[in-house]
Protein backbone atom coordinates (compact mmCIF):
# COMPACT_ATOMS: atom_id res chain seq x y z
CA UNK A 1 0.00 0.00 0.00
CA UNK A 2 1.25 3.38 -0.87
CA UNK A 3 1.97 5.98 1.70
CA UNK A 4 -0.29 8.51 -0.38
CA UNK A 5 -3.26 6.53 1.12
CA UNK A 6 -2.33 6.01 4.42
CA UNK A 7 -3.16 7.99 7.68
CA UNK A 8 -0.17 10.07 9.14
CA UNK A 9 0.84 8.51 12.60
CA UNK A 10 3.16 11.72 13.38
CA UNK A 11 1.52 15.05 13.12
CA UNK A 12 3.22 17.82 14.52
CA UNK A 13 1.40 21.59 14.61
CA UNK A 14 3.06 24.61 15.01
CA UNK A 15 5.61 23.34 17.43
CA UNK A 16 8.03 25.86 19.67
CA UNK A 17 10.91 24.68 22.13
CA UNK A 18 12.01 28.08 23.60
CA UNK A 19 14.82 27.93 26.43
CA UNK A 20 15.29 30.59 28.90
CA UNK A 21 19.05 31.74 29.44
CA UNK A 22 20.29 34.96 30.94
CA UNK A 23 20.61 36.34 27.86
CA UNK A 24 16.97 36.07 27.03
CA UNK A 25 14.65 33.59 25.64
CA UNK A 26 15.93 31.11 22.59
CA UNK A 27 13.52 30.20 20.06
CA UNK A 28 15.04 26.66 19.10
CA UNK A 29 12.08 25.77 17.21
CA UNK A 30 9.43 28.44 16.34
CA UNK A 31 6.48 26.93 14.79
CA UNK A 32 6.97 23.75 12.96
CA UNK A 33 4.74 21.43 11.57
CA UNK A 34 4.89 18.55 9.38
CA UNK A 35 2.99 15.06 9.32
CA UNK A 36 4.80 11.28 8.54
CA UNK A 37 2.85 8.51 7.41
CA UNK A 38 3.74 4.75 7.98
CA UNK A 39 6.76 3.83 5.83
CA UNK A 40 7.40 7.23 4.77
CA UNK A 41 10.95 8.83 5.34
CA UNK A 42 10.96 12.77 6.06
CA UNK A 43 14.45 14.46 5.94
CA UNK A 44 15.47 17.29 8.03
CA UNK A 45 18.34 19.17 6.89
CA UNK A 46 19.98 22.55 7.38
CA UNK A 47 23.16 23.95 9.08
CA UNK A 48 24.37 23.19 12.83
CA UNK A 49 22.18 25.27 15.22
CA UNK A 50 19.73 25.11 12.87
CA UNK A 51 16.83 23.72 14.94
CA UNK A 52 16.80 19.36 13.98
CA UNK A 53 17.93 17.84 17.04
CA UNK A 54 16.13 19.76 19.05
CA UNK A 55 12.59 19.30 16.99
CA UNK A 56 13.43 15.52 17.08
CA UNK A 57 13.61 15.93 20.78
CA UNK A 58 10.72 17.47 21.21
CA UNK A 59 8.72 15.21 19.04
CA UNK A 60 10.09 12.64 21.34
CA UNK A 61 8.95 13.78 24.12
CA UNK A 62 12.18 14.66 25.75
CA UNK A 63 12.29 18.28 26.28
CA UNK A 64 9.35 18.98 27.97
CA UNK A 65 8.32 22.44 30.22
CA UNK A 66 9.68 23.39 33.03
CA UNK A 67 11.47 26.24 34.85
CA UNK A 68 14.00 26.55 32.20
CA UNK A 69 11.99 25.63 28.95
CA UNK A 70 8.30 26.49 27.55
CA UNK A 71 7.13 24.06 25.04
CA UNK A 72 4.20 24.87 23.11
CA UNK A 73 1.79 23.66 20.27
CA UNK A 74 1.11 19.92 19.65
CA UNK A 75 2.81 16.86 18.60
CA UNK A 76 0.55 12.96 18.05
CA UNK A 77 2.38 9.86 17.92
CA UNK A 78 0.07 7.02 17.10
CA UNK A 79 -3.13 8.69 18.65
CA UNK A 80 -1.11 10.16 21.64
CA UNK A 81 -0.54 14.05 22.57
CA UNK A 82 3.16 13.58 23.43
CA UNK A 83 3.24 16.29 25.90
CA UNK A 84 0.03 16.02 27.66
CA UNK A 85 1.16 12.94 29.03
CA UNK A 86 3.84 13.09 32.06
CA UNK A 87 6.17 10.35 33.75
CA UNK A 88 5.46 6.68 33.33
CA UNK A 89 2.85 7.59 31.09
CA UNK A 90 5.38 9.23 28.88
CA UNK A 91 8.39 6.64 29.47
CA UNK A 92 5.70 3.86 27.72
CA UNK A 93 5.64 5.58 24.30
CA UNK A 94 9.29 4.92 24.30
CA UNK A 95 10.25 1.84 22.69
CA UNK A 96 7.14 0.83 21.22
CA UNK A 97 5.58 3.68 19.75
CA UNK A 98 8.56 6.10 18.86
CA UNK A 99 12.41 5.41 19.47
CA UNK A 100 15.60 7.32 18.56
CA UNK A 101 18.84 6.39 17.25
CA UNK A 102 21.38 9.05 18.17
CA UNK A 103 23.87 11.27 17.45
CA UNK A 104 27.02 9.80 19.04
CA UNK A 105 26.69 6.61 20.16
CA UNK A 106 29.73 6.47 22.26
CA UNK A 107 28.04 8.77 24.68
CA UNK A 108 24.25 7.16 24.17
CA UNK A 109 25.91 3.58 25.58
CA UNK A 110 26.63 3.70 29.18
CA UNK A 111 30.63 2.63 29.34
CA UNK A 112 30.23 -0.06 32.19
CA UNK A 113 27.28 -2.14 30.63
CA UNK A 114 27.66 -5.22 28.59
CA UNK A 115 26.32 -4.55 24.94
CA UNK A 116 23.58 -7.56 25.52
CA UNK A 117 22.42 -5.40 28.95
CA UNK A 118 22.03 -2.37 26.71
CA UNK A 119 19.37 -4.06 24.56
CA UNK A 120 17.21 -6.67 27.37
CA UNK A 121 16.68 -3.75 29.92
CA UNK A 122 14.48 -2.21 27.42
CA UNK A 123 12.86 -5.38 26.24
CA UNK A 124 12.28 -6.89 29.88
CA UNK A 125 10.68 -3.28 30.71
CA UNK A 126 8.49 -2.65 27.78
CA UNK A 127 7.30 -6.02 26.83
CA UNK A 128 8.00 -8.00 30.00
CA UNK A 129 9.73 -10.71 28.41
CA UNK A 130 12.08 -13.09 30.71
CA UNK A 131 15.43 -13.17 30.76
CA UNK A 132 16.33 -15.81 28.12
CA UNK A 133 13.51 -14.79 25.86
CA UNK A 134 15.03 -10.74 25.95
CA UNK A 135 18.70 -12.10 25.39
CA UNK A 136 17.71 -14.75 22.43
CA UNK A 137 15.70 -11.40 21.20
CA UNK A 138 18.70 -9.14 21.19
CA UNK A 139 20.68 -11.88 19.62
CA UNK A 140 18.46 -11.75 16.77
CA UNK A 141 18.38 -7.87 16.76
CA UNK A 142 22.19 -7.74 16.40
CA UNK A 143 22.36 -10.30 13.88
CA UNK A 144 19.52 -8.09 11.77
CA UNK A 145 21.59 -5.41 11.95
CA UNK A 146 24.28 -6.78 10.23
CA UNK A 147 27.05 -7.41 13.31
CA UNK A 148 28.72 -10.56 13.18
CA UNK A 149 29.04 -13.25 15.79
CA UNK A 150 26.01 -11.80 17.53
CA UNK A 151 26.29 -13.99 21.00
CA UNK A 152 30.02 -13.40 21.28
CA UNK A 153 29.16 -9.56 21.07
CA UNK A 154 26.64 -9.39 23.83
CA UNK A 155 29.26 -9.92 26.33
CA UNK A 156 31.46 -7.14 24.85
CA UNK A 157 31.90 -3.46 26.35
CA UNK A 158 31.02 -0.50 23.87
CA UNK A 159 34.90 0.07 23.93
CA UNK A 160 35.47 -3.23 22.29
CA UNK A 161 33.44 -2.43 19.32
CA UNK A 162 34.23 0.08 15.96
CA UNK A 163 32.31 3.44 15.46
CA UNK A 164 30.14 1.49 13.15
CA UNK A 165 29.29 -1.46 15.20
CA UNK A 166 28.62 0.49 18.33
CA UNK A 167 25.99 2.76 15.93
CA UNK A 168 24.37 -0.55 14.81
CA UNK A 169 23.60 -1.69 18.28
CA UNK A 170 22.19 1.88 18.94
CA UNK A 171 20.01 1.16 15.84
CA UNK A 172 19.04 -2.45 17.09
CA UNK A 173 18.41 -0.65 20.83
CA UNK A 174 15.81 1.39 19.02
CA UNK A 175 14.04 -1.40 16.92
CA UNK A 176 13.99 -3.59 19.87
CA UNK A 177 10.61 -2.83 20.72
CA UNK A 178 9.34 -2.65 17.04
CA UNK A 179 8.01 1.10 17.24
CA UNK A 180 6.30 2.36 15.23
CA UNK A 181 8.47 5.74 14.76
CA UNK A 182 12.12 6.10 14.28
CA UNK A 183 13.31 9.52 14.69
CA UNK A 184 17.76 8.69 13.76
CA UNK A 185 19.20 12.27 14.84
CA UNK A 186 22.75 12.60 12.37
CA UNK A 187 22.98 8.94 12.76
CA UNK A 188 26.58 8.66 10.55
CA UNK A 189 28.09 11.62 12.35
CA UNK A 190 32.20 10.79 13.07
CA UNK A 191 31.66 7.32 10.28
CA UNK A 192 33.60 6.94 7.17
CA UNK A 193 31.47 6.95 4.41
CA UNK A 194 31.66 3.28 3.30
CA UNK A 195 30.03 2.98 6.90
CA UNK A 196 27.58 5.52 6.41
CA UNK A 197 26.36 4.04 3.52
CA UNK A 198 25.61 1.10 5.20
CA UNK A 199 24.27 2.71 8.03
CA UNK A 200 22.06 4.54 5.96
CA UNK A 201 21.28 1.04 4.09
CA UNK A 202 20.10 -0.27 6.80
CA UNK A 203 17.90 2.59 8.06
CA UNK A 204 16.22 2.68 4.77
CA UNK A 205 15.41 -1.26 4.50
CA UNK A 206 14.43 -1.28 8.16
CA UNK A 207 11.88 1.15 7.17
CA UNK A 208 10.67 -0.32 4.00
CA UNK A 209 10.74 -4.29 6.30
CA UNK A 210 8.91 -2.46 9.42
CA UNK A 211 6.30 -0.41 7.60
CA UNK A 212 8.09 2.46 10.09
CA UNK A 213 7.75 6.08 9.99
CA UNK A 214 11.27 7.60 9.44
CA UNK A 215 12.32 11.46 10.69
CA UNK A 216 16.29 11.37 9.28
CA UNK A 217 18.12 14.43 10.28
CA UNK A 218 21.08 14.59 8.99
CA UNK A 219 23.37 18.05 7.37
CA UNK A 220 24.62 15.88 4.79
CA UNK A 221 22.10 16.60 1.70
CA UNK A 222 23.58 13.92 -0.45
CA UNK A 223 22.40 11.27 1.68
CA UNK A 224 18.46 13.21 2.56
CA UNK A 225 18.12 13.00 -1.18
CA UNK A 226 18.65 9.33 -2.22
CA UNK A 227 16.77 8.03 1.09
CA UNK A 228 14.28 10.52 1.68
CA UNK A 229 10.28 11.19 0.47
CA UNK A 230 9.66 14.41 1.59
CA UNK A 231 11.90 17.19 3.03
CA UNK A 232 11.98 19.46 5.58
CA UNK A 233 14.75 22.30 5.25
CA UNK A 234 15.57 24.24 8.68
CA UNK A 235 17.04 27.47 9.27
CA UNK A 236 17.08 29.56 12.51
CA UNK A 237 14.14 27.20 13.88
CA UNK A 238 11.87 27.72 11.21
CA UNK A 239 11.26 26.38 8.76
CA UNK A 240 12.84 27.39 5.12
CA UNK A 241 11.32 24.91 2.13
CA UNK A 242 9.24 21.83 2.27
CA UNK A 243 8.16 19.26 -0.48
CA UNK A 244 9.02 16.32 -2.35
CA UNK A 245 12.47 15.62 -1.72
CA UNK A 246 13.17 15.26 -5.75
CA UNK A 247 11.21 18.64 -6.12
CA UNK A 248 12.88 20.63 -3.73
CA UNK A 249 15.95 19.77 -4.66
CA UNK A 250 15.52 19.72 -8.27
CA UNK A 251 14.26 23.15 -8.31
CA UNK A 252 14.37 24.91 -4.69
CA UNK A 253 12.38 27.81 -4.28
CA UNK A 254 14.36 29.29 -1.23
CA UNK A 255 17.63 30.87 -1.45
CA UNK A 256 18.73 29.30 1.54
CA UNK A 257 18.30 25.88 -0.09
CA UNK A 258 19.74 26.55 -3.24
CA UNK A 259 23.01 27.78 -1.23
CA UNK A 260 22.96 24.15 0.55
CA UNK A 261 22.59 22.44 -2.44
CA UNK A 262 25.33 24.59 -4.49
CA UNK A 263 27.55 24.01 -2.02
CA UNK A 264 28.09 20.12 -2.15
CA UNK A 265 31.27 19.13 -4.27
CA UNK A 266 30.28 18.10 -7.77
CA UNK A 267 32.17 15.47 -9.62
CA UNK A 268 32.64 17.83 -12.47
CA UNK A 269 34.51 20.60 -10.93
CA UNK A 270 37.91 21.07 -11.72
CA UNK A 271 40.53 19.96 -9.16
CA UNK A 272 41.14 22.48 -6.27
CA UNK A 273 38.17 24.72 -7.59
CA UNK A 274 36.49 26.42 -4.53
CA UNK A 275 33.74 26.11 -3.72
CA UNK A 276 30.56 27.75 -2.71
CA UNK A 277 29.90 29.36 0.76
CA UNK A 278 27.25 30.96 2.47
CA UNK A 279 28.58 34.15 3.40
CA UNK A 280 28.06 35.45 7.55
CA UNK A 281 27.06 33.18 10.22
CA UNK A 282 23.72 31.44 11.41
CA UNK A 283 21.34 34.21 13.61
CA UNK A 284 22.05 34.58 17.77
CA UNK A 285 19.14 33.17 18.48
CA UNK A 286 18.62 34.88 21.68
CA UNK A 287 18.25 38.27 19.45
CA UNK A 288 17.30 37.03 15.74
CA UNK A 289 17.28 39.89 13.17
CA UNK A 290 13.72 41.39 12.18
CA UNK A 291 12.08 40.13 9.08
CA UNK A 292 13.23 37.04 7.35
CA UNK A 293 16.17 35.56 9.49
CA UNK A 294 18.19 34.87 6.30
CA UNK A 295 18.24 37.78 4.71
CA UNK A 296 21.84 39.23 6.69
CA UNK A 297 22.94 36.22 4.58
CA UNK A 298 21.00 36.28 1.60
CA UNK A 299 22.33 37.37 -2.05
CA UNK A 300 18.97 38.43 -3.24
CA UNK A 301 17.52 39.88 -0.42
CA UNK A 302 15.35 43.31 -1.24
CA UNK A 303 14.95 46.18 1.20
CA UNK A 304 11.46 44.22 2.35
CA UNK A 305 13.23 41.00 3.49
CA UNK A 306 14.57 43.01 6.39
CA UNK A 307 11.04 43.80 7.82
CA UNK A 308 8.94 40.97 7.18
CA UNK A 309 8.65 37.80 8.12
CA UNK A 310 7.33 35.34 5.70
CA UNK A 311 5.58 32.28 5.97
CA UNK A 312 5.55 28.82 4.27
CA UNK A 313 3.67 29.60 1.42
CA UNK A 314 2.68 26.96 -1.81
CA UNK A 315 5.10 27.37 -5.11
CA UNK A 316 2.94 28.01 -7.90
CA UNK A 317 3.40 25.18 -10.47
CA UNK A 318 4.79 23.01 -7.57
CA UNK A 319 4.09 20.63 -4.50
CA UNK A 320 5.97 22.21 -2.23
CA UNK A 321 5.99 25.22 -0.29
CA UNK A 322 8.64 27.86 0.89
CA UNK A 323 8.89 30.98 3.26
CA UNK A 324 10.13 33.82 1.12
CA UNK A 325 8.99 36.67 0.09
CA UNK A 326 10.89 36.66 -3.19
CA UNK A 327 11.75 33.00 -3.82
CA UNK A 328 13.21 31.72 -6.99
CA UNK A 329 11.17 30.92 -9.72
CA UNK A 330 10.97 27.05 -10.14
CA UNK A 331 13.66 25.75 -12.17
CA UNK A 332 15.11 28.95 -12.41
CA UNK A 333 18.49 29.90 -12.34
CA UNK A 334 19.25 33.55 -10.84
CA UNK A 335 22.28 35.76 -11.10
CA UNK A 336 24.84 35.20 -8.68
CA UNK A 337 23.29 31.57 -8.39
CA UNK A 338 24.10 28.30 -9.87
CA UNK A 339 22.32 25.08 -11.53
CA UNK A 340 21.51 22.42 -9.20
CA UNK A 341 20.85 19.46 -11.61
CA UNK A 342 20.83 15.36 -10.59
CA UNK A 343 20.47 15.68 -6.75
Known sequence: MSTESKTPIVVVDNLRTVFHTARGDVRAVDGVSFTL?????????????????????TVMGLISNDARTTVSG??????????????KERRKLWGPRVAMVFQDPMTSLNPVKRIGTHITEALRYHLNVNRKDAEERAIELLKQVGIPEPKRRMTQYPHEMSGGMRQRVVIAMALACD????????????????????ILDLIGSLTTERDM????????LGAIAGRTDRVQVMYAGRTAEQGLTREVFGAPAHPYTDALLASIPQIENAPHSTLRTIEGNPPDMA????????????????????????????????????????????GAVREGSEPVHGR
Not at 213 to 220: E, Y
Not at 288 to 300: E, I, N
Open 37 to 57: KPGETLGLVGESGSGKSVLGR
Open 74 to 87: KVVLDGVDVHSVKG
Open 179 to 198: PKVLIADEPTTALDVTVQKQ
Open 213 to 220: ATLLVSHD
Open 287 to 330: NPPAGCRFAPRCSFAEADCTSVLPVLEPMPGTDHSAACIHPLQA
